[in-house]
């Protein structure tokens, strides 16, 4: 072990003639004999070099590319040697680590390389692993876009390898790139190739090939541009696409030409030439002509098919178990069970077979016969007995006879092999899922649980009155049985979608049951009473502690010593944080004696065993209460025992970063303006005003500094205090790297004797915080930003460094190769404070160019792709940059880094685990939308991870704390995915590629970090939309087909339920109420017209009870699982006041309301990304929760995702009111759920939006609304993202464009639309053709009014727009101008009201208006209208060229005339509900300026009243003067003491000077 700091980084150019010369091999015993310490460390660094400068020369890297991978490769090497018994040992374990997927894939496809030459003589095995693991990462730190694909990267690198080992054997240099370049072209004449070669001959083709499919260069903007306007179509080529070329020696073959079109081959090109390496052909492949046809193997296709093919075993179980439910209640006979799964069965495997491609002949027949054996055995016995029993009359079927007993034991053969069978091509390289035993039989008895339960409560509480109500469904005269068929339909299709619905709700109940439960065992029960918020158990910490981190068998001085110094470094901290005071910090800190060497220790009475009574001292700070809380906690889990710091694996810490604040400026603080109830303030004040008790600290602990503070002083520490409570970039670098100091505070226990800079050598070794900060490069001189990151380099351990991206376009003409289809070159460069300043900037310690322009997905992963080079540690963490750190948590980083310890035994493969998660403590519980998100993050953070690891085993990796080992994510493609249009959610791919190669993912609860959370209604649901997007995308990958079809189905239903299962539920939940209320309407408009005349008791008793049997459970289920697991994991963390109290607060904040509307929202986002794709990066925004949406802009975002649906529901209810009672009396339960629904996703927005209802601003809004419905098209030029704010006819058109995206042939498939149209014609023909209608229609005229008229759809408004359609081409072309847009719309907007009216008019029988079929008729012929007309106007929706475009005379008279129509009542739709909404919200308005009420919607949102608000400024006075005013009101506060009153107004002297350099 070397205590010694690990060396400086030595000069490339300089460093050979230390180093090993690469044509002499380098033996074990060679490497176990360099001594450790700072010598030692030069002479392996000095070998590394040395085979680096080796590979430089015969493949032509980039001489910083490799200077920094030799670094990256030492580091490496020394956090293996803290495990390893010897350096060789060392070497050896980071070979295969870094290449144990190597092993497996070159066995794979052998054949597809020469055969392998004598090896080189005198090569030790150490020498070959130090040359494979500096090969690997040479070609690694170069790849740039074509790190995504690993296998390619392997077949680069064992093309490379081979090529090397020969090149070893001549004795001059060649180079491999002549054939492209020619023979002339060498380096300056010399042997050999240039550095940079590699990059323009090797990967930038590659690179070229991803970029053409999706991409663009635009020369004159000299910006990249996406070639689709969503979606990129299906047979694009992804990265996976071409990765998966190289699992398979027949794609290889099929896909890799060299030559002229149509190419020979690569491999046999290879094998007939004179060149028998296979690397120096590389060069010469033709990436243009690989293409879908020969290189695609997996569609990714927009629709549902994905979803049946890879998860279609899930719903062949529910529908099995739907078919059972009924089978028991009788209404179906058993031998109809057995069906679903072969009928099913065939359209999975068929989409499946559609959707990939990756088997062979051979596989696909076998699995194609099984499948129609398993298929055709239950159907043709079930045929047989049918015909034999008399289709099962009860009489013949008492008796289990031989054909009876085949079809059942067909039937469960049959539904067992869909079940477990799987498609898995085994031919080429196919990773596998791990296996477990434990985690099969848990996650059986799991979900055996939740489907007992389920179908419990199917046969004994909601299925009876179903059965009953259909058993009483009479015949009537309308076309046969045409009348049962469609009542059959009407009831069993929102039973058959609330069947399936409901297992999310008990999955979620068994959830919330199990994990508190489970965490009750690791906690102690005694937390069910909150003894850990009171101070209980605190006296374990010590002894704990310290022989974990520090010393196994230390003693009780020991203890006492080493504890009380880690005790101080937490107090001290909670200080530096301004969470405690002094009397609260003499309370908790060591006694004065503490630390020091050869004093007698003491321990704070709260740890103290020899004092019984050891309650936690009365903190104000509630956030430091929770910090030392869950530092007592963690002791309770048993963390495990970790090596020295010295020993630990290497950590590095990622922060990707765009556009997000760092260090909030002066400006920021005293003119950023928040708003408030009565104005405006500045943000300033508002954090003085929320943070009063830690601004107090604040000032005190300024104000007592020994040292002098300048204003300047001041000024950068206000600025600190306020970023670290905002969410910030500075919060989270200074709180990760709280590692470091961490480290640094258990090397002083751990080794006493280091030196302060040693131990900081150390530390840096260990840990570094690296952030992406893509656009630090454009940073300008002298701007605040590049301000703050110079002083969070400082400022920041030494640790941290910046990776950022910069463009040369001015150098370009001076360097060689250019790359032929983008006009920039772009490198990825570092810095760190080690850097010189050069021109006001810091000079980058590495440059490495990039093959191109490295953006090429949603940003986020790109940035992770670029700046993973630069990372140090064998570990990596990546964090968001609106998270933090605490010390406390992270003196825990030992045993973190200890959960990565090799497994027992295991030799090669997968050594250890590759994730380790953690929890999250979310620290913007701001207000009601803010502890309502806080809290949803919490349960997922908590219970529900806990249950998906430990039970269901189906956890994946879901960013920010989870800690991943690097090595591992290097050989699946990075810790991300970055395709556009795929990997929205790009995150939780690592977690699933490492699933599928076999890897582990761990999760413990010991360790959290902080994490921000949107908080405004916007925000929050702008997130949710984001999630819902990137989980459809997330469904339609390979990934998720092959999960879908590899895990067992006990796993595979965790799987489903906790990921696209969750999304597609909430579309199934809504469309579920939906159903309910259509089928509610339908049942009492067919009683109030008559029909129900014909109809018995039996039926409307039984579907009375069917709404009032489901409308209990079924709301009572949704509430209880919004609840059920948030309530009892706060039972078990903080006791049960706690978990009473926070559940009474959410439902005063109406949560039920905010969680349907949330809910309805990820159902549009879901189902639109599934659909049409196109879905883009969603920024939500981390301010504060205070800014005060418009009606207009609250309209256009929701309308379309939840409004809608509410306003057709009210408008369905009001039907179904209009013609008074019914004898289908549904129960209060069916009004109260519906009503919740209905008005959540009509008013949501509004409740939740901050002064919404100032009466000054609903008059601002209206006339706005009013101004946008009848504005007309934008004006050239104006932004893309305000085209939609321009009018409403831009909005609407907005909402037309993603459909056009989509295939046409979704037309011809039959819609929910489309039934639901079926369905009203066959109601409205039943009644129009009864004999009692037709006795008094005794003309011709009357029965084509009053019969044939109402069947038809909406037509009156069609012709007459199609009329002025005509009339408008004529006067255009006559004329030769168009007409104004908006007068155009209020054209149509009259004649579809006129026209409508009319057709209305005509077809209600008026003169028999009090009867069956006068009034009531009447409603439900204008039901039956809308039922077509919202079918047609789907259609019209995919038909209908833009609809801007027929305003402005670009298309036929015929499509102009349609889409006039359809714009007419969609505008009607949406005026009505718009002024609807904003009439109603004016009266709330109006009682809000009640006195005593007023404050009511503040208390509501934000559950307090802040005292800045009762300060509103002047009407002309300057928001920035309220902060002084209310710093003077401050210091004259009686509460506090003269100290605190003098520090206060020392910052309001500050302050005021301040504010005009602000």
């Known amino acids: 072990m070397a205590d010694a700091p690990p060396p400086p980084a030595m000069p490339f150019e300089n460093a050979i003639s230390t180093g090993h010369n690469h044509r002499v091999a380098v033996t074990a015993q060679q490497l176990n004999a360099i001594k450790p310490g700072a010598q030692g460390e030069q002479t392996a660094l000095g070998l590394i070099v040395g085979v680096m400068m080796s590979l430089a020369e015969v493949f032509g890297f980039q001489h910083q590319s490799v200077q920094n991978q030799a670094e990256h490769i030492a580091a490496l090497w020394r956090s293996k040697m803290g495990a390893a018994p010897s350096r060789a040992a060392a070497l050896s374990v980071l070979h295969n680590d870094l290449l144990f997927s190597y092993k497996h894939w070159l066995g794979a496809v052998q054949n597809a390389f020469p055969p392998a030459q004598a090896p080189v003589v005198g090569i030790d095995a150490v020498a070959q692993q130090l040359d494979e693991v500096c090969l690997y990462l040479c070609i690694w730190g170069e790849a740039g876009n074509v790190r995504f694909m690993p296998e390619l990267l392997l077949f680069v690198f064992e093309a490379a390898r081979q090529y090397y080992l020969e090149a070893r054997r001549s004795p001059i240099a060649i180079d491999p790139y002549t054939s492209v370049r020619g023979d002339d072209e060498g380096r300056d004449g010399a042997e050999g190739p240039n550095p940079g070669d590699f990059l323009v001959f090797i990967i930038r083709p590659i690179y070229n090939k991803i970029f053409g499919e999706t991409f663009t260069w635009n020369s004159n903007t000299h910006k990249p541009v996406f070639k689709f306007p969503g979606a990129a179509p299906k047979h694009v080529l992804n990265y996976d696409d071409i990765n998966e070329i190289f699992w398979d020696t027949r794609l290889m073959k099929k896909a890799l030409l060299v030559g002229d079109k149509p190419g020979q081959p690569l491999l046999e090109a290879v094998?007939?030439?004179?060149?028998?390496q296979l690397f120096p052909w590389l060069c010469e492949v033709r990436w243009n002509l690989v293409t879908s046809r020969n290189a695609k193997m997996y569609w990714e296709t927009h629709s549902w098919f994905p979803l049946f093919a890879s998860f279609g075993r899930v719903y062949v179980l529910h529908f099995i178990a739907f078919a059972a439910c009924l089978a028991y209640r009788g209404h179906l006979a058993w031998a109809f069970v057995g069906l679903p799964a072969p009928a099913c069965s065939v359209v999975i495997e068929l989409a499946a077979y559609l959707l990939c491609k990756q088997h062979t002949y051979a596989e696909f027949f076998w699995t194609t016969s099984s499948t129609l054996v398993m298929v055709g055995l239950p159907v043709a016995t079930f045929v047989q007995a049918a015909r034999e029993t008399d289709f099962f009359e009860a009489s013949k079927v008492d008796h289990l006879d031989p054909l009876m007993l085949a079809h059942y034991i067909a039937s469960g053969l049959s539904a067992l092999f869909f079940l477990v069978s799987t498609i898995s091509p085994q031919t080429g390289f196919r990773p596998m899922i791990r296996r477990s035993v434990l985690h099969l039989i848990s996650s059986f008895l799991f979900w055996a649980g939740v489907f007992a339960i389920k179908c419990s409560m199917s046969i004994f509480v909601l299925l009876p009155a179903t059965t009953r109500a259909t058993d009483g469904v009479p015949e009537v005269k309308f076309a046969g049985p045409t009348w049962q068929i469609v009542n059959h339909v009407v009831l069993w299709m929102p039973v058959g979608l609330s069947f399936i619905t409901e297992t999310a709700f008990y999955q979620t109940l068994l959830i919330g049951t199990i994990g508190p439960v489970l965490a009750a065992f690791r906690f102690g029960f005694r937390t069910l009473c909150g003894a850990y918020r009171r101070g209980k158990g605190m006296d374990r910490i010590p002894r704990n502690l310290i022989t974990t981190l520090v010393k196994p068998d230390a003693g009780d001085e020991e203890i006492r010593s080493g504890f009380g110094h880690i005790w101080h470094e937490i107090i001290e901290d909670l200080c530096l944080a301004d969470l405690l005071k002094g009397k609260n910090r003499a309370k908790l800190d060591t006694p004065e004696s503490l630390p020091g060497a050869g004093v007698t220790a003491r321990l704070p009475s709260l740890f103290d065993p020899a004092v019984k009574r050891k309650p936690l001292p009365k903190i104000r700070s509630d956030e430091a209460r929770r910090r030392l809380v869950m530092l007592a906690r963690a002791w309770k889990q048993n963390p495990p025992a970790a090596r020295d710091v010295r020993s630990c694996p290497s950590l590095t810490v990622m922060i990707p970063h765009y556009a997000e604040d760092n260090l909030i400026t002066m400006h920021q603080l005293f003119h950023q303006k928040i708003e408030l109830e009565k104005g405006a303030t500045v943000l300033m004040a508002y954090l003085v005003d929320y943070f009063g008790d830690e601004f107090i600290n604040f000032a005190t602990r300024l104000h007592s500094s020994n040292e002098p503070v300048c204003d300047e002083q001041v000024?950068?520490?206000?600025?600190?205090?306020?970023?670290?409570?905002?969410?910030?970039?500075?919060?989270t670098v200074e709180g990760m790297a709280k590692g470091h100091r961490a480290m640094d505070v258990l090397l002083q226990l751990q080794v006493p004797y280091l030196t302060d800079r040693a131990r900081d050598s150390i530390c840096r070794d260990k840990f570094q915080c690296l952030v992406a900060m893509q656009l630090y490069g454009e940073l300008k001189l002298g701007s605040p930003e590049l301000e703050a990151a110079e002083e969070m380099l400082q400022r920041v351990p030494s640790s941290t460094a910046i990776a950022f991206l910069v463009n040369d376009q001015d150098r370009k003409e001076h360097m060689e190769a250019e790359n032929i289809k983008q006009t920039k070159r772009f490198y990825s460069c570092v810095v760190d404070s080690s850097c010189a300043f050069e021109n006001g900037r810091r000079v980058p310690k590495y440059v490495v160019e990039l093959p191109g322009f490295p953006v090429l997905g949603n940003g986020k992963s790109d940035n992770q792709n670029h700046a993973i080079i630069f990372s140090r540690g064998e570990l990596i963490q990546a964090i968001d940059a609106n998270q933090e750190s605490y010390l406390e948590s992270a003196i825990l980083l030992p045993s973190v880094l200890a959960e990565f310890a090799p497994y027992k035994g295991q030799q090669g493969g997968r050594s250890r685990p590759g994730i380790v998660g953690f929890r999250e403590h979310i620290f913007s519980a701001v207000g009601a939308l803010g502890s309502l998100a806080a809290e949803g993050e919490f349960v997922f953070g908590t219970v529900t991870q806990r249950m998906l690891t430990q039970v269901l085993a189906c956890r994946m990796h879901y960013g920010h704390p989870d800690i991943m080992d690097k090595l591992q994510m290097l050989t699946q493609g990075g810790i991300s995915k970055a395709t556009r249009g795929l990997n929205l959610s790009e995150d939780i791919f690592a977690g699933m590629d490492l699933t599928l190669r076999g890897g582990e993912i761990k999760y413990t609860e010991y360790h959290h970090?902080?994490?921000?959370?949107?908080?405004?209604?916007?925000?929050?649901?702008?997130?949710?939309?984001?999630?819902?997007?990137?989980?459809?995308?997330q469904s339609i990958t390979r990934q998720s087909f092959r999960l879908g079809r590899g895990l067992s189905v006990p796993r595979l239903l965790g799987y489903y339920y906790s990921h696209v299962g969750y999304y597609f539920n909430q579309i199934l939940m809504a469309k579920t109420l939906w159903w309910f209320v259509f089928a509610m309407t339908f049942f009492v408009l067919s009683d109030a017209t008559g029909v129900g005349a014909e109809q018995d008791a039996t039926f409307r008793e039984g579907a009375s009870k069917m709404y009032r049997g489901y409308f209990g459970p079924v709301f009572f289920l949704f509430v209880l699982a919004t609840m059920w697991p948030l309530f009892f994991e706060i039972l078990v963390?903080?006791?049960?006041?706690?978990?009473?109290?926070?559940?009474?607060?959410?439902?005063?904040?109406?949560?039920?309301?905010?969680?349907?509307?949330?809910?309805?929202?990820?159902?549009?986002?879901?189902n639109l990304e599934i659909f049409y794709g196109g879905a883009e990066y969603i920024p939500t925004g981390r301010g504060l929760a205070t800014v005060r949406q418009s009606f207009r802009s609250l309209f256009a975002n929701f309308a379309h995702t939840n409004m809608f649906d509410g306003f057709e529901l009210l408008s369905f209810i009001l039907a179904s009111y209009l013609v008074g009672s019914s004898s289908v009396d549904v129960g209060y339960p069916y009004w109260f759920c519906i009503g919740t629904v209905v008005s959540s996703w009509l008013v949501a927005p509004f409740l939740y939006n901050p002064y919404m209802f100032s009466l000054r601003a609903v008059y601002t809004d209206a006339l706005e609304f009013g101004r946008w419905l009848v504005g007309g098209i934008a004006k050239e030029g104006t932004p893309a993202n305000k085209i939609t704010q321009w009018s409403w006819l831009e909005w609407t058109t907005s909402l037309q464009t993603p459909r056009q995206r989509a295939s046409r042939h979704w037309l011809y498939l039959p819609s929910w639309r489309l039934l639901t149209a079926v369905l009203s014609e066959c109601l409205t023909a039943t009644v129009v053709t009864s004999d009692a209608?037709?006795?008094?229609?005794?003309?011709?005229?009357?029965?084509?009014?009053?019969?044939?008229?109402?069947?038809?759809?909406?037509?009156?408004?069609?012709?007459?727009?199609?009329?002025?359609?005509?009339?408008?081409?004529?006067v255009s072309c006559c004329l030769k101008e168009r007409v104004h847009p908006t007068f155009l719309l209020v054209v149509c907007a009259v004649f579809v009201a006129f026209a409508s009216m009319a057709e209305v008019y005509a077809m209600v029988r008026w003169p028999v208006w009090d009867t069956d079929y006068g009034f009531h008729t009447g409603v439900l012929i204008v039901f039956n209208k809308y039922c077509v007309l919202r079918w047609e106007l789907d259609w019209a929706d995919w038909l209908m060229p833009k609809y801007t475009e027929c305003f402005v005379g670009t298309h036929g008279i015929i499509a102009t005339g349609i889409t006039w129509w359809v714009v007419g009542w969609r505008w009607w739709r949406d005026a009505l509900l718009g002024c609807g909404l904003t009439c109603a919200i004016a009266g709330v308005a109006l009682v809000l300026r009640i006195p005593g009420v007023a404050h009511v919607h503040h208390l509501f949102l934000f559950r307090n009243r802040a005292k800045i608000t009762t300060r509103a400024p002047g009407k002309n006075a300057d928001e920035a003067q309220e902060l002084p005013r209310f710093l003077r009101e401050l210091a004259q506060d009686k509460d506090l003491t003269v100290f605190e009153k003098a520090a206060v107004a020392r910052l309001q002297d500050v302050v005021e000077n301040s504010m005009s350099i602000g």
């Not at 094998?271 to 028998?276: H, V």
């Not at 109402?1350 to 007459?1360: D, N, V």
């Open 1009 to 1033: 970090v902080g994490k921000g959370r949107d908080m405004g209604f916007m925000s929050i649901l702008s997130f949710f939309g984001k999630l819902a997007a990137g989980t459809a995308e």
């Open 715 to 731: 000024q950068f520490e206000l600025r600190r205090w306020a970023s670290l409570r905002m969410q910030t970039l500075w919060r």
């Open 1133 to 1166: 963390e903080d006791g049960l006041a706690k978990a009473c109290r926070t559940v009474v607060l959410d439902l005063l904040a109406l949560s039920p309301m905010f969680y349907s509307f949330q809910g309805k929202v990820i159902a549009h986002f879901m």
């Open 271 to 276: 094998g007939a030439s004179d060149r028998p």
């Open 1333 to 1370: 209608y037709e006795a008094e229609l005794s003309t011709t005229a009357d029965q084509v009014r009053h019969q044939v008229l109402p069947l038809l759809p909406p037509i009156f408004a069609g012709l007459a727009l199609g009329l002025v359609a005509i009339f408008h081409g004529v």
